[in-house]
């Protein structure tokens, strides 16, 4: 007869894990229950709740059914139009998406016989490791997968790889529309991407820390407030990157058709079409981190450690929000509008944002 | 070459209209206006003179063949009927609803109704023969309420109410103006009788008398068909107002 | 043109009939048709209401005893019903030669030079031109812009028949200004008739130019003849009679020649009958006689082609030179001889 409490101790588990007042109560009944105390202290366990629940798989997984009908819905608003509607009128089409992905699931995945044949089968799924890896060091609240003082230099390099795995798919199509979409992708990858980096690197040097939950705590004042141009650079680099509606270079409907992923269909296209949903996120979830505090909020009594989690999504949602806005806002650029961008203003307003952290830092206001 | 501008904006007018663009979006996000009918449950009220659907009336057809001599679809064709006259078909495979048939009626026989919405399950239903057309077509209807635009200064509204418009519009009949054929030039005339032969009403007649040919319109029985105008090999007789 | 208010009470007068009993076609038939009389000028197909039309080359009517409406149009216009040969040189104001500078045709293309110089002063607003295809036949064109002149087969002889007048009641009723004719002496003859008896035609046909002509052929015959004579209807360019011989030309540069008493047999029989060789009763008459090579005869009979003239002169679209009068004599002569064919009743 093994105690559990024995097991738990020895995994190591038993010391980091996710304190909830509301519901404690309740769990120091559950022990009575033989492997229950089991499993719930590994899901409460801090680095297995932060890649399966908040920010990882869960929470992930509840956005990229909802938010893209949020996201147009709100534009149809926007535009005067509906949205989504016929499926289940009487929510305004809440599970458009659940459907799509089931027309996705059971439709047949069209490979054409000039296509390589593995990576166009490989890169939807291989593109999922850039998009899904730096959930492992954004902390929400308190609650980190993987704690490292170098974690936001390693998302940075991780999302730094989305673009070649995208090029990929553009490269195992073979297909002129996919080159097309590619070269454009390649182009504007390299024009937000310096900027991108850059505006990072002004709020490290700001906080002298590159350790989230550092940075989140070290933010009395907002970011955004102290470095507003970075909070601008990076928001725009983050609208390029996820080549949303006003950047929307490497597949414009009108000339490229879908672009890099004109030749896919099935489940292939639909995972290729959360991509950049996914991607947003991660990104979102980066800015809420370095410019809007983390997690930081006026504590929810009896949430616990659930409290920074839930100032954290609500700041990632207002982000994305805004971030999918855009589109409606704005018509969309051309390549070499984007290039200009990218490689003009967006720099010059990075270097900028440097110097200001350098100046602010050197002023000891921070 | 004329090259085209942009205007020149300083940087605070830049920053002005970024925010009214931002501003406007946030409005209609909270407070939207929409323009979407929700058409089969509601529909748009469309004005009497919608150029949608034709009906026909075979007792005000004087079968001049105009509609499909106008039709620059080549969607009427005149077929027989059982009394020996011709009467239109309607192939909507063709048809481009520019109703210059409609328009070019001269009894007034064809009308519009405000059908917008019409399907065939294959290419030979869309031929549209003259008894389908007489009778109202039959409509499943699912719409409750019917939809109104307003435009006001800046922006446009829908209007719902509840009632069901309906899709069949009557048609004030056109104002005839009185016409009567008569002859133009009477020296160029050949005396060939082809305007008495043709007249439906017997309103031309002619008598040969010691080698002259006295040709007379009875302008009370003409009703000003204009068939002789359109036959008269000189085309010396013209419709004229009585 | 339309008044505002016409006539609702007329009176046509109705011509004779010299058979009392029978439809005008058929006294028409009678008198001009059957007696090889008929020029085949198609003036009455053109004012026919029914179906005067041609058939093998003769001026027929089929079915002419349900279809023929019996109005007398046929016979009021036909200028041969009542034949009153003209021939000579008749009256004229100016007797001139001129080669066109714009245009290339047979000799001095002055006839398609005056008809683009009344189309340019405003005169009239068509021109009626017998066109061929390329089987050599004839075929009516509407020239309202002298750039359709670019069709070459404009120009030139055609010695064949050509249904001038049909053409030119559908021109005489779309036209706005006026419409200007070129035709053989019978076809003139017939104009001036159709002028005669309908107003109409006095109003809108404002230039007739009669062409020189000592005869005419059927175009099924002269095809005929002419492919027996080795000659290729693809390559051929022009036709021309010069010094009793008939000369055709080909593209190539080979000519056919032959004796022009060879083409005789098939001599069109209205042309036997036929006196006027220089078109007395148009308004100006070209042709190649009584002129040096190269340059157009024009005889000017009426005021509105010394106005084109002219116009001509002032613009200095075309070279004159002096024309002979007395070169024509032999062939005004010779037609003149044609007279003793007509049997008298």
């Keep these: 007869m093994i105690d559990i409490n024995t097991v738990i101790t020895g995994l190591g588990i038993a010391g980091n894990q996710v304190s909830i007042p509301l519901v404690q109560q309740m769990l120091d009944l559950l022990p009575e229950i033989p492997m229950v105390k089991l499993i719930i202290s590994f899901i409460l366990w801090k680095p297995f709740f932060a890649a399966l629940i908040c920010p990882g798989f869960t929470t992930l ?17 926007i535009q005067w139009r509906v949205g989504p509607h016929e499926i289940v009128w009487w929510l305004g089409g809440i599970i458009q998406l659940l459907a799509d992905s089931l027309r996705f699931l059971f439709q047949e995945v069209i490979v054409h016989k000039d296509a390589h044949r593995p990576y166009f089968l490989q890169f939807p799924f291989l593109t999922f490791i850039p998009a899904l890896l730096p959930l492992m060091f954004i902390p929400a609240g308190n609650i980190v997968a993987i704690e490292t003082p170098y974690a936001i230099q390693i998302i940075l390099a991780i999302i730094c790889l989305f673009p070649l795995f995208i090029l990929g798919l553009g490269w195992a199509s073979n297909s002129r529309f996919a080159f097309i979409g590619t070269v454009r992708e390649a182009f504007m990858y390299f024009a937000y991407e310096v900027p991108f980096i850059i505006a990072v690197l002004a709020m490290i040097v700001l906080y002298g820390t590159s350790d989230p939950v550092g940075i989140a705590n070290k933010q009395t004042i907002w970011g955004i407030i102290l470095n507003p141009i970075a909070a601008l650079t990076f928001f725009i680099a983050a609208a390029m990157a996820t080549s949303r509606m006003p950047f929307e270079i490497p597949e414009a409907d009108q000339e490229l058709a879908a672009g890099p992923h004109v030749e896919y269909s099935g489940i292939a296209f639909g995972l290729i079409y959360v991509l950049c949903y996914e991607k947003a996120y991660v990104l979102a979830g980066l800015m809420a981190i370095l410019f809007l505090g983390g997690g930081s909020g006026p504590a929810i009594a009896g949430l616990g450690d659930l409290s920074g989690v839930i100032w954290f999504l609500l700041k990632v949602v207002i982000v994305l929000t805004t971030l999918f806005a855009l589109r409606t806002i704005y018509p969309r650029y051309r390549l070499d509008q984007g290039l200009s961008i990218g490689w003009g203003a967006l720099l010059s307003l990075s270097l900028i944002a440097l110097a200001l952290s350098i100046v602010l830092v050197q002023g000891g206001v921070i | 070459m004329k090259k085209v501008t942009v205007q020149e904006q300083g940087l605070g007018e830049k920053v002005v209209r970024h925010a009214t663009a931002i501003g406007v979006a946030m409005k209609e996000s909270v407070y939207p206006l929409t323009a979407t009918v929700f058409y089969p449950r509601e529909r748009k009220k469309m004005p009497d003179n919608l150029r949608g659907y034709l009906m026909f009336d075979p007792d005000k057809c004087i079968s001049c063949w105009e509609c499909a001599f106008v039709c620059p679809a080549n969607a009427i064709q005149m077929k027989a009927a059982p009394n020996e006259r011709y009467y239109p078909t309607v192939d909507y495979g063709k048809c481009i609803f520019c109703h210059f048939c409609v328009d070019s009626c001269s009894g007034g026989a064809l009308k519009t109704t405000k059908i917008h919405d019409v399907a065939y399950k294959d290419m030979d239903e869309m031929l549209t023969l003259t008894e389908e057309m007489i009778e109202e077509p039959e409509i499943i209807r699912e719409d409750k309420k019917s939809v109104e635009y307003v435009i006001d200064e800046h922006d446009l509204h829908l209007k719902r109410v509840r009632e069901v418009d309906t899709l069949f519009v009557e048609v004030t009949p056109p104002v005839e103006i009185p016409m009567v054929s008569q002859c133009i030039d009477r020296a160029s005339c050949i005396g060939c009788r082809v305007c008495e032969e043709v007249c439906e009403s017997g309103a031309i007649s002619s008598s040969i008398e010691r ?11 003409c009703t000003g068909c204009g068939l002789c105008v359109k036959e008269c090999s000189m085309q010396i007789l013209r419709l004229v107002k009585k | 043109m339309a008044t505002a208010i016409g006539e609702s009470e007329w009176e046509v007068a109705v011509p004779e009939k010299p058979l009392k009993d029978k439809v005008y076609f058929e006294n028409l038939k009678a008198k001009v048709i059957d007696t090889n009389l008929c020029s085949r000028c198609l003036t009455c197909a053109a004012i026919c209401p029914g179906g005067i039309t041609v058939v093998e080359n003769k001026v027929d009517f089929p079915d002419y005893e349900n279809q023929c409406l019996d109005c007398g149009a046929c016979v009021r216009v036909c200028p041969r019903f009542v034949y009153e040969p003209k021939s000579g040189l008749g009256d004229y104001i100016d007797f001139i030669a001129g080669r066109s500078k714009r245009f290339a045709g047979q000799d001095g293309a002055m006839v398609t030079e005056l ?15 017998a066109g061929r295809d ?9 020239v309202r812009d002298p750039e359709q002149l670019a069709i070459t087969s404009l120009g030139g002889t055609k010695y064949t028949f050509a249904d001038v007048l049909p053409a030119l009641k559908e021109a005489v009723r779309f036209t706005k200004r006026g419409v200007g004719v070129v035709g053989t002496p019978c076809i003139v003859s017939g104009v001036r008739k159709l002028q005669q008896e309908f107003p109409i035609f006095r109003e809108k046909v404002k230039l007739v130019v009669g062409l020189f002509c000592t005869e005419n052929f059927h175009y099924s015959d002269i095809s005929k003849f002419l492919q027996e004579k080795g000659v290729d209807f693809s390559k051929l360019i022009k036709t021309d009679i010069t010094k009793g011989k008939f000369i055709a030309t080909m593209s190539d540069g080979e000519k056919v020649k032959f004796k022009v008493k060879e083409v005789e047999e098939i001599v069109a029989s209205g042309c036997n009958v036929c006196t006027d060789f220089t078109a007395v009763e148009s308004d100006a008459s070209v042709g190649s006689v009584g002129s040096e090579k190269g340059f157009s005869t024009v005889i000017v009979r009426e005021g509105n082609v010394r106005e084109i003239i002219s116009y001509i002169k002032e613009k200095g679209y075309a070279d004159f030179g002096d024309a002979k009068p007395e070169e024509l004599d032999y062939l005004i002569n010779l037609k003149k001889g044609r007279e003793k064919n007509i049997k008298r009743d």
Excluded: N, Q, Y
């Design chain 3, 115 to 129: 008809i683009v110089s009344a189309i340019e002063m405003g005169m009239i607003d068509r021109g009626l031109f």
């Design chain 1, 61 to 77: 997984g509840i956005l990229l059914l909802f938010f893209p009908w949020i996201e147009r819905k709100l534009c149809g608003r």
């Design chain 3, 134 to 142: 390329d089987k050599w036949a004839t075929e009516m064109f509407h």
């Design chain 2, 211 to 221: 080698g002259v040919l006295r040709m007379k319109i009875d302008t009370d029985k």
